[in-house]
């Protein structure tokens, strides 16, 4: 739970203690608020000035709330005025003459609302401190500077004069509309309850100047078919006329019988508009703008994301986005620049001036460039190496024949006698010859095998290049 206190500054009980030693009163001459910086705060002795400080002014006067009570009890007061606000009060802090922060004091969290937002009341801030003795600080109340609140004027001329009743710091209020019904409360508590106003109208075609009867552009909210739009002039949004208070202009057109909704003094009509839960962020009004402040891709950037020269293999017959077919194309070294600047010409040139050529892999295996390793050097980068067998020899032989005789027809005249083999019919006195070769071998001849070329088992994909 927060707890709310003042306190003195270490330099605030130094100055009390030079006031006490010279005589000399401290006089305090100005009062401050600040934010906080956006957070609860809680006074420390050794602070020089507040954490935010938003608003600072004359002090509206310094008194005793309590002389004959209790002496050394003093009230400062600050008067921030209708005109000024915009802003959350956290912290309070009383400066002297010299400067120095004298008191400092932590607020319950209250929004002062500026003029603009309908706000038609000062705000009073009250600080309470007690002083070492009841001569060390100066009573202010200088009727030239010196703001009487109406706070102050119902406590000390009406209510505490006339009316019994009630504590210190209370003021009378209205309990019903019956005369004489009164009721004591404490001043702070504020009870402001204000209407909400609607006006529906019905857009026609291209229509985009919308003129209001019922309610004006001052603290107005506008709903488009039930879609709350931003009050930044965008096209998605609105914006007031600048002289007109009861029109508007839409950043863009809708479809005939759409329904617009003014909604006049709508809580939050004067705060920025804020997403939506049920849309699960889809009322981001920039998306590409948010994903760069947050350093991210979309979904469809990061599907992309290569560095160019990238090559990878396809299981599709076209290219994928943000890739190309490397198919040697002759390409633009201006629309494909990144590409260029990461491979240059070196698989073609182009010609030689503002194009280049893309690698041609189609039908190729892909080997890994040697860079200076020794297992395939003699060749640059980028270089295409045709098909090949390591040189090898093959061995072969033919079994040796012994000697041995073959056999063969006899001619006619021919005088050898030989064997008589019957052919074809009765048995007939042909001579048949027999002649003997000694050892001796075959030639043998191996007939080709196989395809075009030389390869190992392979699936054919599209083989693209990242630009």
């Known amino acids: 739970m927060m707890q709310f206190s003042t306190i003195h500054t270490t330099a605030g009980l130094a100055a009390m203690s030079a006031a006490e030693a010279s005589g000399t009163p401290i006089n305090l001459t100005h009062m401050a608020v600040g934010d906080g910086s956006g957070n ?17 002014a004359a002090i509206n006067r310094v008194y005793k709330p309590d002389p004959t009570g209790q002496p050394t009890k003093y009230a400062v007061e600050l008067v921030i005025p209708a005109s000024e606000g915009g802003f959350v009060l956290r912290e309070v802090g009383v400066f002297d003459a010299e400067g120095t922060l004298f008191v400092v004091g932590n607020l319950p969290e209250t929004y002062k609302p500026e003029a603009s937002e309908g706000a038609f009341s000062d705000t009073v801030v009250r600080v309470e401190f007690i002083a070492t003795n009841a001569n060390v600080v100066t009573i202010q109340l200088d009727p030239n500077v010196t703001v009487a609140t109406q706070t ?9 004069m006339l009316i019994p009743g009630g504590t210190t710091g209370q003021v009378l209020t209205k309990d019903s509309n019956t005369d004489g019904d009164y009721v004591w409360e404490d001043p702070t508590d504020a009870n402001v309850v204000v209407n909400t106003i609607e006006e529906y109208q019905t857009l026609a075609d291209s229509q985009t100047v919308v003129t209001l009867t019922t309610v004006n552009t001052v603290g107005l909210a ?3 078919n039930g879609l709350r739009l931003p009050q930044d002039g965008s096209p998605e949004g609105w914006a007031p006329d600048g002289a007109d208070s009861s029109k508007l202009t839409l ?4 479809p005939a019988g759409s329904e617009l909704i003014a909604v006049q003094n709508e809580p939050a009509a004067g705060f920025p508009d804020a997403l939506l839960t ?16 947050l350093d991210i891709y979309s979904r469809a950037q990061t599907d992309q994301k290569a560095p160019p020269g990238l090559v990878g293999h396809f299981a599709r017959q076209t290219a994928p986005a943000g890739w190309l077919k490397a198919n040697g194309a002759e390409i633009s070294r201006l629309t494909y620049s990144s590409l260029f600047n990461a491979i240059g010409t070196a698989f073609g ?3 030689g001036v503002d194009t280049f050529n893309l690698p041609d892999l189609r039908g190729e295996f892909m080997r890994g460039w040697d860079d200076g390793r020794g297992i395939d050097g003699g060749r640059g980068f980028a270089s295409a190496q045709g098909d090949q067998f390591k040189s090898h020899g093959h061995t072969g032989a033919t079994n040796t024949a012994g000697a041995h005789s073959h056999n063969r027809p006899a001619t006619s005249g021919d005088g050898n006698a030989a064997n008589s083999n019957a052919v074809g ?5 042909t001579q048949v010859a027999s002649s003997v070769a000694g050892a001796h071998s075959h030639t043998l001849s191996i007939n080709p095998t196989g395809g075009a070329e030389t390869r190992p088992r392979n699936v054919a994909l599209l083989a693209c290049i990242k630009f």
Do not use: C, F, H, M
């Open 40 to 56: 609860p705060v809680t006074p420390a002795e050794g602070q020089t000035g507040l954490v935010r400080e938003l608003y600072r």
């Open 152 to 160: 102050w004027v119902t406590n000390n001329i009406t209510a505490a």
């Open 222 to 224: 506008v709903y488009i």
């Open 251 to 254: 950043g863009q057109s809708y």
């Open 278 to 293: 049920g849309q699960n962020l889809a009322d981001v009004p920039d998306k590409e703008l948010a994903r760069q402040n």
């Open 349 to 351: 040139a182009g010609n």
């Open 425 to 429: 019919g009765p048995a007939s006195n």
